[in-house]
């Protein structure tokens, strides 16, 4: 199975900082790679996909780069509505699976 | 407007059996793969499995396999997951959700459910 490592597994950044967050899977998963966002009590939404696609809808000052086994979801000015705990996902290879996920919060 | 609707919490002792359900709305529920996701309490999302209402061909999970069994009934555009035992380690949120492709299984899921609340508690 495929194991992704998300990092860090929270932060806390003012508003308007850029912020970076880190997946890695412990194999090649080519860009078979989304990130979702899910807002306390709320549905995770996807954000990325294709490791660097952005969702219909999206803000543009989110962004996703990487292929292989390193990506990074980067948003480029902290808004205060983007608090929230991010993922990635491989879909690579069954079984989907997770990273641990990162909880943004604003200083 | 594409839709999955959950049914509404459900609280079970442990042992009890449970089936919860999504009603697919908006799109050719045959066509299209229906996954189902799990968090626990304070946890992150991990994947169930995957169900094709078309011919139900079912995939799990190595860690839900023989846990849980995923099933649907075509006539009412409903996927089901079906515990026969529950255990307290079972309470969570269950999300079903669809892919975003009709052409694989395995893919980003772009269409969620708000989610089931299932809590096992003697």
């Known amino acids: 199975d495929i194991q992704m490592t998300q990092s860090p597994s929270s932060l806390s950044a003012s508003v308007g900082d850029r912020v970076t967050i880190t997946c890695r899977a412990n194999?090649?998963?080519?860009?078979?790679l989304a990130w979702y966002q899910q807002k306390p009590g709320k549905v995770p939404q996807v954000l990325i996909f294709?490791?660097?696609t952005l969702q219909s809808g999206v803000p543009s000052r989110f962004s996703g780069s990487g292929s292989g086994t390193d990506f990074t979801l980067t948003i480029s000015s902290l808004q205060p509505e983007d608090v929230a705990t991010y993922y990635c996902?491989?879909?690579?290879?069954?079984?989907?699976?997770f990273g641990g996920g990162t909880k943004v919060e604003i200083k | 407007e594409v839709q999955l609707v959950q049914s509404g919490a459900e609280v079970k002792k442990p042992g009890e059996s449970l089936k919860i359900s999504c009603q697919v709305s908006?799109?050719?529920?045959?066509?299209?793969?229906i996954a189902w996701v799990r968090q626990m309490p304070g946890k992150g999302l991990e994947w169930m499995g995957i169900?094709?209402?078309?011919?139900?061909?079912?995939r799990y999970s190595p860690s839900f396999q023989g846990q849980v069994t995923m099933s649907v009934d075509t006539s009412i555009s409903t996927a089901y997951l079906h515990w026969s035992s529950l255990k307290a380690s079972d309470t969570a949120i269950y999300y079903c959700?669809?892919?975003?492709?009709?052409?694989?299984?395995?893919?980003?899921?772009?269409?969620w459910g708000k989610g089931t609340t299932v809590t096992v508690s003697s």
């Open positions: 959700a669809r892919p975003a492709t009709t052409y694989r299984p395995y893919y980003y899921m772009d269409v």
């Open positions: 908006g799109f050719t529920f045959t066509s299209y793969w």
């Open positions: 169900i094709y209402p078309g011919d139900s061909d079912s």
């Open positions: 194999q090649g998963i080519v860009n078979y």
């Open positions: 294709g490791a660097s």
């Open positions: 996902q491989n879909y690579n290879t069954a079984p989907l699976s």
